[in-house]
């Protein structure tokens, strides 16, 4: 099977994130496919930024777009989606070369889509649109832009567009069913495919002897180490896992990773709270073992009521260690398997007691509850797994397309 996968922000181990098409492509590449992924040369969440052109990385074929550089969420942003949509048209004639049997429209946002429909009108391609959070609910929701905005009401229509006139839409989150039908829209064809644990499937590399020894040093003396590993965004809500090391002064607390919030952070730190920079998907499995339990915690907002869809959440799982999931959503991995506590945000003591609770456990007792995480990302949520089920609905949208 030939698959173009379209991710503006498709990355890499070596760039970064995104890492999810990387993952699903290279996997699927050792099925004996072959997979292109068209992505955009500019993306804030990368570590390294890729130039424009045909790019090969740990055999996964890559078509880099040229994209301008912005910062934050306003204009240049958005002319840097328009510029990537444009190249994508303006390129479609490269890309139809490329003969897909399937053509996945990825990116955050729905503005790919006219130019993948077309695309696999073109080659005869199953089209799939694939949603990672429901616009324009989420930006509403999370930086308090109004519904009855233009550029909202334009998403809003695209994303419609998508969900009725793609071939098959696959869905991070696991009750996206009930948003469509809140919204009277109608998808044909349905799946759920969420994210996996990348740490997982990146070997054990030992992280650097330095963060190694910050991490002992915030420990020592303390009842446990708490970690925190993701983005300084204001969605993941880490101003409040700052609150929480300042309320718990007996507890070492650490926080890995880069964004827009962590400068923010760095003014007010609590003594026993450590702020580490980002690292690679290899280094991070050996990091997330050297605490005693990991926290993770989202806002307060309905649009939870439909799933969770955080990269970082499988990878915890991963490394066999005790969860604190912060979040509204009842339904998620973390309760299904029974490897850690959710908690409502809005229970600020409630979540002190899970951490409480789960250091007064001997580390035997708080390895039984995070093997449960370990044992589901390898049987449901390693990506091997997950391109498998893939590639299977990729199959049926293909049966039901030649034969309809």
């Not at 070369?97 to 073109?122: E, M, N, Q, Y």
């Not at 409502?344 to 995480?373: C, N, W, Y």
């Amino acid at each position: 099977m030939r698959i173009l996968l379209i991710d503006q922000y498709a990355g890499s181990l070596r760039m970064g994130m995104e890492y999810r098409p990387f993952c699903l492509a290279r996997e699927w590449e050792k099925m004996g496919d072959q997979v292109l992924v068209v992505s955009g040369s500019y993306s804030h969440l990368r570590r390294k930024n890729p130039a424009p052109g045909l790019l090969r990385e740990d055999g996964v074929s890559y078509r880099i777009l040229s994209t301008p550089f912005y910062q934050g969420n306003g204009w240049r942003r958005a002319a840097n989606v328009g510029r990537f949509v444009w190249e994508l048209s303006r390129n479609e004639g490269e890309l139809a070369a490329f003969s897909p049997d399937a053509v996945i429209c990825s990116s955050t946002h729905p503005f790919d889509f006219r130019v993948g429909k077309h695309l696999a009108g073109r080659c005869g391609a199953a089209l799939v649109f694939e949603l990672h959070d429901i616009w324009p609910l989420s930006l509403t929701e999370l930086y308090g832009f109004s519904p009855d905005g233009p550029l909202m009401r334009l998403i809003a229509r695209e994303e419609r567009r998508a969900f009725e006139e793609s071939d098959g839409v696959v869905s991070l989150l696991p009750d996206l069913s009930l948003y469509l039908q809140q919204q009277k829209i109608h998808a044909r064809r349905l799946t759920c495919i969420p994210n996996g644990a990348v740490c997982a499937s990146e070997g054990g590399k030992r992280a650097p002897a330095r963060l190694v020894r910050i991490l002992r040093s915030v420990r020592e003396g303390r009842r446990g180490l708490v970690l925190y590993a993701g983005g300084f965004a204001r969605a993941n809500a880490v101003d409040r896992f700052v609150a929480h090391a300042r309320s718990l002064p007996d507890v070492g607390f650490a926080a890995i990773g880069e964004g827009r919030e962590k400068a923010d952070l760095l003014t007010d730190c609590p003594e026993n709270l450590c702020l580490l920079p980002g690292v690679s998907p290899d280094l991070l499995g050996d990091l997330l073992r050297r605490a005693d339990l990991l926290w993770i915690g989202t806002r307060d907002l309905p649009f939870y009521q439909y799933g969770i869809s955080m990269n970082k959440l499988f990878d915890y799982m991963a490394a066999g260690r005790p969860v604190v999931f912060e979040t509204p959503c009842v339904k998620n991995p973390v309760s299904d398997c029974g490897c850690g506590i959710t908690v409502s945000p809005s229970d600020k003591i409630a979540v002190r007691r899970a951490i409480e609770e789960l250091l007064q456990l001997s580390p035997a007792e708080r390895g039984i509850i995070g093997e449960r995480g370990r044992r589901a990302v390898a049987g449901r949520y390693s990506y091997p797994a997950l391109a498998k089920r893939y590639r299977v609905f990729l199959e049926e949208l293909l049966d039901v397309k030649r034969t309809g």
